[in-house]
């Protein structure tokens, strides 16, 4: 069984076609954690886990970009694919996400963490990470008190993360989703416990080749964050799905020169350990 550990089939973009979209998943053996990005979509990824008897699971949280209102362009790391989205800007209440987090669907806080990226002309940019940071503590603290792992987003600011985890333990640790960074910087999060969760960014040309040859296949979670970040040798327009977490796998396994069954193993326990699933 593969499973995709950060997936958004509760967005918009599924709307016509969840059911199918699980249903394909679940007859190919893959699981498929959804994972909230504000209120409506954490509501909405725990909604779906319970319609499913098995191996569909749910992460709540507020994605940093969600915490200010504003319009943001979300571009795909080369540029190919541009995305608008509006956000309300949302706060956060601590009672909303304790009620979703205590259920047992419920596997991990995310998606949470700090996005320095999305920054725009005129923003407060002090301002808006005194406030990521501050919502980042506040999901730690949620995550300890359920006792469950967090699902990090972390978009140019590996070092401010590392330093959070390292004063604010999350006693359950967790993983850092759509792993972008270095390998000396994935090692210091794997040090602190966390695992690296990697996706279709990966197979995009050979730039992470290095950090997939470095980091231990103990340590690496796969995922698609479809409908985004659609995998090689898919066409990159095209919209991504959970099912498509086996090309991920099969781009690791030719970087290591093991099999995909060796990945598809290894990465599962991974996540069946990270995540109590
Ligand atoms: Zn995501």
């Known amino acids: 069984m593969l499973i995709d550990t950060h997936a958004h089939v509760n967005f918009a973009a599924y709307k016509d076609d969840w059911k199918e979209i699980v249903e394909k998943c679940l007859a190919s053996d893959t699981g498929i954690i ?34 200010k209102a504003g319009k943001f362009v979300h571009h795909d790391i080369d540029e190919v694919a541009e995305v608008e989205f509006e956000t309300r800007g949302e706060d956060f209440v601590w009672e909303n996400y304790f009620q979703l987090a205590q ?71 967790g993983v850092v989703h759509s ?34 040859s470095e980091i231990d296949l103990k340590d690496i979670l796969l995922e698609t964050d479809c409908p985004y970040l659609t995998p090689r040798p898919l066409e990159r327009q095209m919209r ?5 977490v086996k090309y991920v796998a099969e781009k690791i396994a030719q970087v290591k020169k093991v099999s995909v069954e060796e990945v598809e193993k290894n990465t599962t326990q991974n996540a069946r350990e990270v995540f109590g699933i």
């Open 34 to 67: 959804n994972v909230g990005s504000q209120l409506s979509t954490s509501r909405r990824a725990l909604d779906l886990a319970q319609k499913f008897e098995k191996h569909v699971w749910a992460a709540v949280g507020i994605h940093p970009v969600h915490l």
């Open 103 to 173: 259920d047992e669907k419920v596997v991990a806080i995310g998606e949470v963490g700090l996005d320095y990226h999305h920054f725009q002309e005129g923003n407060d940019i002090q301002a808006l990470k005194k406030k990521q940071k501050e919502i980042l503590l506040e999901f730690i603290k949620l995550a300890n008190e359920v006792q469950k792992p967090v699902m990090l987003h972390c978009w140019d600011g590996y070092d401010d993360l590392l330093e959070i985890l390292q004063k604010n333990p999350v006693l359950k640790k």
């Open 179 to 212: 792993f972008i960074g270095s390998h000396k910087t994935a090692r210091k999060f794997i040090e602190l416990g966390y695992k690296i969760s990697l996706n279709g960014i990966a197979t995009y040309g050979d730039s992470y080749n290095r950090l997939i």
């Open 240 to 244: 991504n799905e959970p099912l498509f």
